[in-house]
Each structure stands twice: as structure tokens, then as C-alpha cells.
């Protein structure tokens, strides 16, 4: 009997031992693998962005009050993708959109163009200081359009007015970012490059957006110049943040003025985007973009004068919106 039980606890003895042992192995195998998974799964990427796409629509039949038929149409994306590793930072930026408007009739429906916008951003960074708010970074900016605009008087005739690359701007330069929070970043570089490009060499003629225009001397006629250089100090300023659990605004400020011609003349780019989303696929949007460049002239009337003047326009919409991430 007593050789029995001694068999027994020997056994419920060895049990327990062998348990500790499975356990304690079990535990540095999962410790070990969450280490390995730690290193492996970290991200050095983040990719977001949104887009949108929206209608308008009316149609009339023996209306009395009088109407006319119209479809509209307005899409945008905005991408981003911004990598970090350790005291490096690069941030990618892709925003486009584009719109437009058909009124009448099919066979002699007017086309028009209500949005059309093409910008991209690249900028390196690498910590200054260990608080990660201040940044030396490298940056390129570039905008132009998808396609041609026009201007649209009573009569029959259109006069091309812009179209892909006139004009083009790419801006390039060296400086210092501030990012003291996540949805706030002000770039400024003491010394970039600014290039207008009017590949269009109608437009190129005419002196559209700052160039040189064509001109006759004693040698003959030249044609106007495709591209304009600038050197002067920049500032990027970019916002986006969430006012509400489902309200977003995002703000882009650009400010640029030319050491060599004019300087102190500020040229000015500020766009706002207010989103409103109502559930996961439905939104409405408010945008709004303000232009001043005391190179561009603008003939408000045929029997004024062109001179410089403040741009502006704005668009309310409401349709589809996706969220990726």
C-alpha cells in the first residue's frame, strides 16, 4: 500500500514538473516570436487618401417657367503616402480633379469645363532637432491641367484660354519644415526656383501667365518665350484636420514672391476643402480656391484694359466618397 501511493505522488510529481516545463517553454517560444513579428511587421509606410466622385442632374419637359436640360459631373482623389524611417522623412502627395457641366439638348448640348486640376508634391526631410518638429527638407511642387479652357462669349467663337502643360508651374527648393502637430505642417525655403511653363506657343505669343511675349525687331519676328524662371522665397503651409467626427477640412497655402522682379509682389495659391460625410459612401463637399499673380492679366470686360486681379471660384457638391487607408 504504502509502495502504491508513493508510485502515485511520484507520478502526479513528474506531471506537474513536465506541465511547468511545457508552460515555461511555451512562454519564451511566444516571447521570441513576438519579438520576430515586432521587427518584422513594423511599417515604415503610410498610405491614405480619398476621393470623390458627384452629379447634377435636370431635365425639363413642356415646362412652362422655361429651363434648360443639364448634366454635371465633378471627381477628385486625393492621395497621399509618406514614408518614415528613424530621423528620415518623405512625404508624396497626388491630388486631381476634374469636372464639368452639359447643358441642352443632345444634339446641341454646350460642353463646359468646371474644375480640372492636376498637383503633385514630393518633399525629403531629415530631424533637426529631437522634439521631431523641425525638419531640413527638400521640396518639388508641380500643378497644371488636364485639358483646354476656353472662354465662352454670346456668340459662336471660343477662345482657348489655357489647356495640359500652359501653363505648367514646378517649383523646386531647399528649406526648413515645422510640423508641431500631426495635421499641420508650414514649409519655408529662403531661396526656390519657380518655372511657368506655356508649351501652347499661341498662348506663348499672346504673354499668357507671365511670359515673354513675341515681339518684332529689326531682325524679324520672334516668337513669344515657352517658359519663365523666378528665384525668390517660398512657403507651403498644409492643413487637414477632422472639426468633427464627420467634418474634415484640408487647406493648402502657398505664398511666393520673385527676389529679381517685383519683389515684395506676393503671389498666392490657397485652396479649402470641407468635407461633410453623411455615412460611409455619401459626402458633400465645399471647395474653394483663391489665385493672385500680378503676372497673369485678366480682361474682366472687352472694353477694359488687362491688368492683375484676384481669382477665385467655388463648388458645393454632394455624391459618392471613398476612404482608403
Known amino acids: 500500500m504504502n509502495k502504491t501511493i508513493l508510485l502515485l505522488l511520484i507520478v502526479i510529481l513528474a506531471g506537474r514538473i513536465s506541465a511547468q516545463e511545457i ?26 487618401g480619398n476621393g470623390s466622385l458627384q452629379f447634377t ?3 425639363f419637359s413642356n415646362w412652362a417657367s422655361g429651363g434648360q ?36 439638348k443632345v444634339n446641341s448640348a454646350n460642353y463646359r469645363k468646371t474644375n480640372d486640376k492636376i498637383e503633385l508634391t514630393t518633399a525629403y526631410g531629415y530631424e533637426l532637432h529631437k522634439n521631431k518638429k523641425w525638419y531640413v527638407t527638400a521640396m518639388v511642387n508641380f500643378r497644371t491641367q488636364f485639358s483646354a479652357g476656353y472662354d465662352y462669349p454670346t456668340d459662336s467663337t471660343t477662345t482657348l484660354l489655357s489647356q495640359f502643360m500652359a501653363p505648367g508651374y514646378l517649383v523646386a527648393g531647399v528649406g526648413v519644415t515645422y510640423a508641431p502637430v500631426k495635421w499641420l505642417y508650414v514649409y519655408l525655403s529662403p531661396s526656390s526656383g519657380r ?38 522665397p517660398y512657403l507651403h503651409a498644409d492643413l487637414n484636420a477632422n472639426l468633427a467626427k464627420n467634418i474634415n477640412i484640408s487647406s493648402t497655402l502657398e505664398l511666393f514672391t520673385d527676389y529679381l522682379h517685383q519683389f515684395g509682389n506676393i503671389d498666392v495659391n490657397w485652396s479649402v476643402l470641407l468635407s461633410l460625410k453623411v455615412n460611409k459612401w455619401l459626402a458633400a463637399s465645399v471647395q474653394t480656391q483663391l489665385i493672385y499673380d500680378d503676372d497673369i492679366m ?24 471613398y476612404k482608403f487607408k
Open 195 to 232: 518655372f511657368t511653363f506655356v508649351t501652347n506657343q499661341q498662348l506663348a505669343d499672346s504673354g499668357a501667365f507671365g511670359v515673354e511675349r513675341s515681339y518684332s525687331d529689326a531682325s524679324g519676328y520672334h516668337h513669344g518665350k515657352t517658359m519663365r524662371g523666378e528665384f525668390g
Open 23 to 48: 508552460q515555461k517553454t511555451a512562454k519564451i517560444k511566444s516571447e521570441a516570436l513576438a519579438e520576430v513579428q515586432a521587427d518584422t511587421s513594423k511599417k515604415h509606410w503610410l498610405i491614405q
Open 298 to 321: 485678366i480682361k474682366p470686360d472687352p472694353t477694359e484694359r488687362a491688368r492683375p486681379m484676384t481669382q477665385f471660384r467655388e463648388m458645393i457638391g454632394v455624391g459618392l466618397t
Open 69 to 104: 436640360n443639364s448634366l454635371g459631373l465633378v471627381t477628385w482623389v486625393n492621395f497621399k503616402a509618406n514614408y518614415k524611417n528613424g530621423k528620415h522623412v518623405w512625404a508624396n502627395t497626388v491630388d486631381l480633379g476634374y469636372g464639368f457641366n452639359i447643358q441642352g
Open 57 to 59: 442632374q435636370a431635365a
